[in-house]
């Protein structure tokens, strides 16, 4: 079996106007579908970043794809690697001021990512089993994810004639947060719940968190998360407002920018008997930043997420490093559609130390732009299913694809600037300020 | 594909009298080969260490095999975790003091292995892919190996009328070590070299090293490995001694026991700007010990072994680590036959961040004990091959495996002991004293 074809799929899918420290989402998001086509007639099938960025990378990396068996992923990672922008590593890691996708040091992962995945599900394809079945066998048959709740103002996304029905409305405040939740959660049967936040001054964040331990209890762990839009003081400031809010499984995410400003916070907390672990995706985000991290108590808990991580091996790695290291292990996401959720529901399966349910946006998209077969993948419990059919478990609907390349077509957006949104549609002045409080 | 049959052959093979810190080998080393038989009619095989303790491990984790698909390792590896020994747990971890596959600790992880290794083999005959190919693809075609070299008394191994040739002869002394040396390097083409040392006088074994150096030259690197029975002041004497010799690629292996024995050696010849670097496969024998030895600057090098690692995932996860902390990699062996060097040949395959040539015993094994069908692994330039056959590539010989059984069965054997071997054949009162220099 070797590969033969690799088509890329632009597409748009309606998003909310949501909201976070990066500033607000545009009424598309961007995604591209990936498909590899082999001699023996399968395809394999993925769900990564969308806009030029992604697109180029992607296409530069046809000439080390085709003709490639597809279990020679160390091969494929390596020619890439190769690659390496050497101007972006020695400019270092600035996660911090970049939307996620958006690191050039990143790339060659994210591009590998992407057809790794395609890949595993070819070779699944192939060999009969579950992705999750061909990375050492599941470690769970269903994989718990967290309510992802966003402030937001009205909207369903999309534009004019394309726009999508509101589920949710305006929600700006804790009582309309406590809907949303409340909402999603019946829809969804989820039991873990993340905030978005960083969005309005920290008393009212605070006060949405606790909001929502009112009404939820104990037996919901809450996360929030700023995207470092706290300073130190800050962070410390709510890490000790929220000690009992966050307790018994919760953790505050990205409060600060940096690893030492983790670590600071971290510390303070700690010398008042606060326990609240810090969960990073922003200060951690290769391998090479674990050690550091765990040495300096920077972070408690590393957000992995295969699309950006380098795949589901990569992630597994990370869950093995975070298990010998003694932290934690959740899992990040961005705007998706169902060829995402399968991978990161294979990923985490296949990851025995995964400590957290984990994020997914997929609440915030809608049927009209799904392009699985068969429509939206169900949630039962807060739980996605691994399928008993073999790769990922899902095929596209091609239908659906043309529509979703269409909508990418009309639109202007290119790539993701969150920035440029919120100047548009909120506030002509908006800048994103790290710390803004 | 469903495994419906566990099949354990102990066997014994003719060992010539290689002498360690351990003491001597015995006339034969026990190792068990294992088949595991499915649904489909495909059988997978390993190979592993023998003698009762070994056996009556994957005895006990009968029920956990059989009806097992062999893709679901992960599970596997979680009911065998579960019964691991508290008290042993409890003993803490003791390898400076036990030859390799009888440390209580580490048992649950030698099974697992065993039955790993002989999944995978599985697996790949029924992808039809070598198994290095289904970890993600291999980082290389072939695995260079090193001359691995024993102080040794006269005899090829055997007893009797099932005794072997002795290739060698006698090797007790720097001249014959270079002989001894010269023959291996001829008849394998290895570019690297070991010295088993821990066995003569300090001074003479370092005599050996340089005149191994002063024979081959910088270009083949050395390693001497003493199994701890030097004392910190002669770990940094013997460093000392030997900066110049061990340089460009070689290492200190072992010197003495334990992790702050093996900070301090390297702390005081740092001191000296002596960059030597310490490798190790007892004050690091688990994924756990890893960070603390990089903390301690004890090991730059850690030695895997599919055997006692964990299997070949497990392995992977080693080399990842060791990348992500700055750590280099390198390989164990035992005696052993040629299904055990292809799972070798497959680890270090599947490692992208494999930094030195394995070491392996098979030049002290021969044909007359392999139990490979179509006989001996061929080395060339002192490299294995990937072969293109799926699964580890090989395939037993039932005659010789029955053979092997029939010499186990004769023998009174049933567990590695180099002290009483050492007490029996040569002084009568000898003790394995730590550090005995």
Redesign the interface.
Known sequence: MYITGLKLHPIAIADPPLRSSYGLHAPFALRTIVELETTGGLTGISETYGGDGPLAALEAAREHVLGR?P????????SLTAETDAAAVAGGRTQTYLVPGENPLDRHMRTFAALEIACLDLIGK??G?PVC??L????RDQVAFSAYLFYKHAGGGGVGGDARHDEYGEVLDPTAMVRETRQMIAQYGFHEIKLKGGVLDPATEVATIQALRREFGPSFPLRIDPNCAWSVETSVAVGRALQEDLSGGGYLEDPCAALEGMAEVRRRLMAEGNLTPLASNVAVTC??D??AAQRLDAVQIVLSDPHYWGGL?QVQ?LG??C???GLGLSMHSNSHLGVSLMAMTHAAA?C?HLTYACDTHYPWQTAQDEVVAGGRIPFVNGCVQIPAKPGLGVDLDYDQLARGRERYQKIPYRKRDDEAEMRMHVDPDWKRILPRW
């Open positions: 068996d279990f020679q992923l160390t091969g494929l990672m390596a192939a060999v089993k079945d061909l050492g066998g599941r470690a391998l090479a674990v050690p091996r790695t093995n490093l298990g010998v290291l296949a025995p």
